[in-house]
């Protein structure tokens, strides 16, 4: 079977194989790091709930941590729930007399508040982060990168900087979600016109994905 396989066709078989499997593995690798990431939330719960319950009975808990994939799905029930409660108005009060609760607990309140605002200027329909595409020099002149606006600085930064800028978000890939925060002029910054989910499949493809094809593909699942 392989006595007639030339080099030529072993390289395309190869580089098949390769385009086949990026895509699973990345995908996969994504999933799993979100998965970690909820059970590791249920995880952190259940040691806080265990640290206020008696001996006997918080080795019983304890146990919970090792049922397979019982974190991720409590997660995403609790997920699921808290945002039906805070689509009504008994769930509106609730969320807002917790939110005052932890609001005024000292240390508590610096990490919650300022874990609040960022996911609310991140979440937030009316808010800039993240829907910008940018094309930046990073790390050094002559040297391009795709990158994500985040905002405008802001207070003490925004008074200590000469000239206009913007924060700007670099993704690491095949991984998007480590990278480094910049602050960067905006004449040194070039505005994509492309939307952030086709900008984030090229990061993540590692340029490979054509961006013609991404366009064309766009506007025809946006067609009626």
Same mark, same amino acid.
């Given at each position: 079977?392989?006595?007639?396989?030339?080099?030529?066709?072993?390289?395309?078989?190869?580089?098949?194989?390769?385009?086949?499997?990026?895509?699973?593995?990345?995908?996969?690798?994504?999933?799993?790091?979100?998965?970690?990431?909820?059970?590791?939330?249920?995880?952190?719960?259940?040691?806080?709930?265990?640290?206020?319950?008696?001996?006997?009975?918080?080795?019983?808990?304890?146990?919970?941590?090792?049922?397979?994939?019982?974190?991720?799905?409590?997660? +995403?029930? !609790?997920?699921? @729930?808290?945002?039906?409660?805070?689509?009504? $108005? /008994?769930?509106?009060?609730?969320?807002? &007399?917790?939110?005052?609760?932890?609001?005024?607990?000292?240390?508590?309140?610096?990490?919650?508040?300022?874990?609040?605002?960022?996911?609310?200027?991140?979440?937030?329909?009316?808010?800039?982060?993240?829907?910008?595409?940018?094309?930046?020099?990073?790390?050094?002149?002559?040297?391009?990168?795709?990158?994500?606006?985040?905002?405008?600085?802001?207070?003490?930064?925004?008074?200590?900087?000469?000239?206009?800028?913007?924060? +700007?978000? !670099?993704?690491? @890939?095949?991984?998007?979600?480590?990278?480094? $925060? /910049?602050?960067?002029?905006?004449?040194? &910054?070039?505005?994509?016109?492309?939307?952030?989910?086709?900008?984030?499949?090229?990061?993540?493809?590692?340029?490979?994905?054509?961006?013609?094809?991404?366009?064309?593909?766009?506007?025809?699942?946006?067609?009626?």
């Amino acid at each position: 079977m392989f006595n007639h396989l030339t080099s030529a066709k072993i390289r395309k078989y190869l580089v098949t194989g390769v385009l086949v499997w990026v895509p699973v593995i990345i995908t996969i690798s994504v999933i799993a790091w979100g998965m970690g990431i909820l059970q590791g939330i249920f995880t952190s719960v259940v040691d806080a709930v265990v640290a206020f319950l008696p001996a006997p009975l918080a080795a019983d808990v304890e146990k919970v941590k090792d049922i397979p994939g019982l974190g991720v799905i409590l997660v +995403v029930l !609790v997920l699921f @729930t808290t945002g039906m409660m805070a689509a009504n $108005f /008994l769930g509106q009060w609730f969320l807002r &007399v917790m939110d005052s609760l932890l609001s005024n607990i000292p240390i508590i309140k610096t990490v919650y508040n300022s874990v609040k605002q960022v996911s609310d200027t991140l979440f937030s329909s009316s808010g800039q982060a993240f829907r910008k595409a940018l094309l930046v020099q990073y790390p050094r002149a002559g040297v391009w990168t795709v990158a994500f606006q985040t905002g405008t600085p802001s207070g003490q930064i925004a008074k200590n900087i000469p000239h206009d800028c913007v924060s +700007v978000y !670099v993704p690491t @890939t095949p991984n998007p979600t480590s990278g480094f $925060f /910049l602050i960067m002029a905006k004449t040194d &910054v070039v505005e994509l016109n492309m939307s952030v989910d086709e900008a984030l499949k090229y990061i993540i493809s590692m340029g490979v994905v054509d961006l013609e094809t991404l366009e064309k593909k766009s506007l025809e699942q946006s067609k009626p």
